[in-house]
C-alpha cells in the first residue's frame, strides 16, 4: 500500500533552552498556506509553559487552521504533530482522523513533559539546543497529488552576558 501524500510543515526553534515565555504565553510559527487544501491558512502554536492545570509541567503544541470571517469554510483533515530528534524521526508524536476544522479553530495538542524534554531526554528532543516540531496534514477522501513541504526556523534571541565580575570574584576566591 503506498503512503499518502501529506502537507508537511517542519518547524525549528533554535536556542529553546532560551526560552522564557511565561504561563500562556506562546510562540508561533510563520503562517503558511496549503494550495491543495484550497489555499488554508495555518499556523502552529507552541506553549512552552502550558497554563491549563491538566497542562502544568508540559509543553503543547496546537495547529490552528485560521480564516477570515467571510469566508468560514470547512476542512476536513488527518493529522499528525510530532517533536524529532537530530534523525528527523518522531520521539513523540500524536494523530488524529476526521477532524472537521472550521475557521480559527485549534486542533488537539501534541503535549510534552518539560522535564522529559529539557531534563532526562535533553540531547534526544534538543540536539544543538533546536526543538524540531513537524505537522502533517492529509486532506480526507481525497488524494494530495502533490505533496507540500513547508520548512520554518524562529530563533529565540540570546543576550550576552558578561562574565568579568563573576570571573573576578571567583579568582578571588581561588587565591584566597
Known amino acids: 500500500m503506498a503512503e499518502r501524500k501529506s502537507f508537511t510543515i517542519t ?7 532560551f526560552c522564557w515565555q511565561r504561563d500562556a504565553e506562546e510562540l508561533t ?14 499556523t502552529l502554536f507552541l506553549f512552552p ?13 496546537y495547529l490552528l487552521h485560521e480564516s477570515d470571517e467571510n469566508d468560514p469554510h470547512e476542512v476536513e483533515i ?20 476526521k477532524c472537521a476544522m472550521h475557521g480559527n479553530e485549534w486542533t488537539s495538542p501534541l503535549i510534552l ?29 481525497q488524494e494530495n497529488k502533490n505533496p507540500e513541504r513547508y520548512h ?4 529565540i534571541e540570546v543576550e550576552k552576558a558578561s ?4 570571573m573576578t ?8
Open 78 to 97: 488527518d493529522y499528525e504533530l510530532s517533536a524529532l530528534g537530530c534523525d528527523g524521526l518522531p520521539l513523540e508524536s500524536v494523530s488524529f482522523t
Open 113 to 141: 513533559q518539560q522535564k522529559t524534554v529539557f531534563l532526562e531526554k535533553r540531547d534526544a528532543f534538543l540536539p544543538k539546543d533546536t526543538l524540531t516540531i513537524r505537522c502533517r496534514i492529509w486532506q480526507v477522501n
Open 49 to 61: 509553559r502550558a497554563s491549563r492545570s491538566k497542562e502544568e509541567g508540559f509543553l503543547t503544541c
Open 152 to 155: 520554518a526556523t524562529t530563533r
Open 169 to 176: 570574584e571567583l579568582c578571588e576566591y581561588l587565591s584566597t
Open 29 to 42: 510559527s510563520p503562517k503558511f498556506f496549503i494550495d491543495g487544501l484550497e489555499g488554508s491558512k495555518w
Open 163 to 166: 562574565l568579568y565580575g563573576v
Open 11 to 17: 518547524w525549528r526553534i533554535k536556542n529553546f533552552s
